[in-house]
């Protein structure tokens, strides 16, 4: 008596599955990026269409009001004036030229405000790259 096997090994793949998985991760993706807050001052800055090639390793921004911010590690720090210097000497040493410094000040700043950031970065040799918008 011959017994025949019912049971057959199917040899396709089904992708249905694996499909359903990387929506899934797309739209938990597309959600959780919305939530994330931007940790950015919205400051409107002076127009110029010159560019540097250089890569700034920490931002000083400076708001209409006169409130200072420095980036921290990639969050927005907002620090009294006589705190600026003591904050980059500790965390980037004096001397270095190497290190680049952005300021953001929004073009109602006084410049006797602007200038005094820029003492600092000379004083520590620091290289200092003022922020713009472009030119329209």
Known sequence: MALKRRNKVNAAFSMSSMTDIVFLLLIF???TSTLVAPNALKLLLPQSNNQ?????????????????????????????????EPFLKNRYGVGNDDIFISLHAEKSVPWDEVVKIMNIARKNKYKMIAATSPEN
């Open 52 to 84: 540097t090639a250089a890569k700034p390793i920490t931002t000083i921004s400076i708001t209409k009001d006169l409130k200072y911010y420095i980036n921290d590690d990639g969050r927005l720090r907002r620090v009294e004036f006589r705190e600026i």
């Open 29 to 31: 993706f597309m959600v």
